[in-house]
């Protein structure tokens, strides 16, 4: 191992440097970028709490790929390592997909069933059940 | 470790790693796997409350304190410092690595003081803010902001938000005293000896997990 890092550490030495340096101002600009966006919507009320919301998931995952893919070098490993890695995280889709959606539908039953709500929606299949 | 790679060659028919890594980096992998799961697990549970209360406290409202400066309002602003902390130190934990390629002994020692030093000012800045928060009458179980409706919030906002950055705080602690354990075997020359620093890549990698996780968190609670 130490032989292929040294000859290649010896060869690319200012390019590696330059790009762990490029990763971090990426970073930088990204997390800036997020920050300013909350002061705009903070301000102004521009972008709206929906779009801002959607952007800072997307800006994040930006993040993720560039502190995975640069500073823990997985970019740079053969197929079978970045498989092993990433495809048990597909778990993660139908994970918060089925939580954030599970969590929502039990708020809007409390909602509705709280006491002294018309119980209209509730009521039609009670009334099914006396015509028999 | 053969690396001679070519495009033929045979990964599954045995005599060498089929990932290209050795085993110990290969376990920490996955151990950052299963740790993705845990704080995976307690973030989403994180979301599927906050998706079902009908309302929650506005985060710009409750964390806009910066040391130093009183009641000034600056939401963000401290925490924006404790996210560069991070990733300047996951910087210099890169250089580390790329020093221990380079078998650069003293560059090793020098980035990886960096490091430490990187995570012991972010874990001072965690500090901070939890007793600001504390004496701002914040704590499990005890919760002194409103709902951004104005109503009365619950514990699960406080509760969330010391479980979540209380654990997280932990890997970083975990990650500073492995950086010192590995700094005191590169000053002792153990790594020298071995031939190769990949000690440093392993802790390494785990550095970084601890930096990522802190994305996702700050996004979570102080972003949405």
């Known amino acids: 191992m130490e032989h292929t890092h040294t000859a290649e550490g010896h060869a690319h030495h200012d390019s590696s440097t330059k790009k762990i340096w490029k990763t971090f101002w990426i970073l930088l600009a990204v997390t800036m970028v997020e920050v300013g966006l909350a002061f705009l919507h903070l301000e102004t009320g521009f972008p709206s709490r929906v779009l801002l919301n959607g952007v800072f998931v997307i800006l994040t995952v930006v993040k993720a790929f560039y502190i995975v893919s640069e500073f823990m070098h997985l970019g740079s490993e053969i197929k079978n390592l970045i498989y092993t890695v990433l495809l048990p995280l597909l778990l993660f889709i139908w994970f918060i997909i089925a939580f954030l959606y599970e969590g929502n539908?039990?708020?809007?039953?409390?909602?509705?069933?709280?006491?002294?709500?018309?119980i209209e929606a509730v009521k039609a299949p009670a009334e099914g059940h006396g015509h028999h | 470790m053969d690396t001679a790679v070519t495009?033929?060659?045979?990964?599954?028919?045995?005599?060498?790693?089929?990932?290209?890594?050795?085993?110990?980096?290969?376990?920490?992998w996955y151990f950052l796997i299963s740790d993705a799961f845990t704080f995976g697990a307690l973030l989403i549970s994180y979301g599927t409350i906050r998706f079902s209360s009908t309302s929650w406290p506005d985060p710009?409202?409750?964390?806009?304190?910066?040391?130093?400066?009183?009641?000034?309002?600056?939401?963000l602003v401290f925490v924006s410092l404790m996210t560069f902390i991070l990733i300047m130190s996951s910087v210099t934990m890169v250089l580390a690595v790329h020093a221990g390629h380079m078998r650069d002994k003293k560059a090793v020692a020098k980035w990886l003081t960096w490091t430490?030093?990187?995570?012991?000012?972010?874990?001072?800045?965690?500090?901070?803010?939890?007793?600001?928060?504390?004496?701002?009458?914040a704590w499990w179980g005890r919760n002194p902001f409103h709902n951004v409706d104005g109503t009365l919030a619950s514990t699960n906002f406080t509760n969330f938000f010391f479980t979540i950055t209380g654990f997280h705080g932990l890997h970083v602690t975990s990650g500073v005293v492995l950086n010192i354990v590995i700094l005191a075997n590169v000053?002792?020359?153990t790594y020298e000896e071995r031939g190769h620093y990949e000690m440093v890549e392993k802790v390494g990698l785990y550095w970084h997990f601890v930096d990522l996780v802190w994305v996702f968190v700050f996004?979570?609670?102080?972003?949405l």
């Open chain 1, 105 to 118: 539908s039990w708020k809007n039953l409390n909602r509705d069933l709280k006491p002294g709500t018309p």
């Open chain 2, 219 to 223: 996004t979570c609670f102080y972003l």
């Open chain 2, 60 to 75: 710009n409202e409750v964390f806009r304190s910066f040391p130093g400066m009183g009641h000034a309002n600056l939401p």
């Open chain 2, 116 to 137: 430490i030093i990187g995570g012991a000012c972010f874990l001072a800045c965690q500090a901070w803010e939890w007793t600001h928060l504390y004496h701002e009458g």
């Open chain 2, 187 to 189: 000053l002792k020359g």
């Open chain 2, 7 to 28: 495009a033929k060659k045979k990964w599954w028919d045995g005599g060498y790693s089929p990932f290209n890594v050795s085993y110990g980096k290969l376990m920490m």
